[in-house]
């Protein structure tokens, strides 16, 4: 199966704020919207979005990212972001934070694979709301990793 972009029901969003709400450093998210794929136990969605300067130059994102029964916190700030004549959205990332708890370290390759896919899949995000603000077909991600894993 593959990732779809739905609005969260109300039981999910239920079970979403239970798995991530304690790990959060400043409680629950607003956002009702995700990426999943149920098949393969995966889940994605901003939870945050901040800028940390006053004239908005400087912005990064909080995601919750579910992978297969773990919760993997991540931060990523957006180096360049374009839209080409076809339609394709092209965004490099950078991967500023991630944390993979040590009883998954192994899989860190995979986890972030398909981080990457989660945030190709839901448009950098924007999700159920990509198709509305524009006519995007697709969307390619890179992420440039900098920072421990913690």
Same mark, same amino acid.
């Given at each position: 199966?593959?990732?779809? #972009?739905? $609005?969260? %029901?109300? @039981?999910?969003?239920? +079970?979403?704020? $239970?798995?991530?709400? *304690?790990?959060?450093?400043?409680?629950?998210?607003? #956002?009702?919207? =995700?990426?999943?794929?149920?098949? $393969?136990?995966?889940?994605?969605?901003?939870?945050?979005? =901040?800028?940390?300067? @006053?004239?908005? %130059?400087e912005m990064?994102? @909080? =995601?919750?990212?579910? =992978?297969?029964?773990? /919760?993997?916190?991540? @931060?990523?700030?957006?180096?360049?972001?374009?839209?080409?004549?076809?339609?394709?959205? /092209?965004?490099?990332?950078?991967?500023?934070?991630?944390?993979?708890?040590? #009883?998954?370290?192994?899989?860190?390759? +995979?986890?972030?694979?398909?981080?990457? *896919?989660?945030?190709? *899949?839901?448009?950098?995000?924007?999700?159920?709301?990509?198709?509305?603000? %524009?006519?995007?077909?697709?969307?390619?991600v890179d992420?440039? /990793? +900098?920072?421990?894993?913690?």
């Amino acid at each position: 199966m593959a990732y779809v #972009n739905e $609005r969260m %029901s109300k @039981e999910d969003w239920k +079970e979403c704020e $239970r798995i991530v709400a *304690a790990r959060r450093r400043y409680g629950g998210g607003a #956002n009702r919207h =995700w990426a999943i794929d149920r098949e $393969r136990k995966i889940w994605f969605k901003a939870y945050q979005i =901040w800028t940390s300067r @006053e004239d908005g %130059s400087e912005m990064f994102t @909080e =995601w919750d990212f579910y =992978w297969k029964g773990i /919760y993997v916190p991540a @931060e990523t700030m957006p180096v360049e972001r374009t839209l080409s004549d076809e339609g394709e959205s /092209y965004g490099l990332l950078r991967l500023s934070k991630i944390e993979i708890p040590k #009883n998954a370290l192994q899989h860190k390759s +995979e986890i972030l694979k398909e981080l990457k *896919a989660a945030l190709e *899949a839901s448009f950098m995000g924007l999700g159920i709301y990509a198709y509305g603000s %524009s006519d995007l077909k697709s969307c390619k991600v890179d992420l440039e /990793y +900098e920072g421990a894993l913690v």
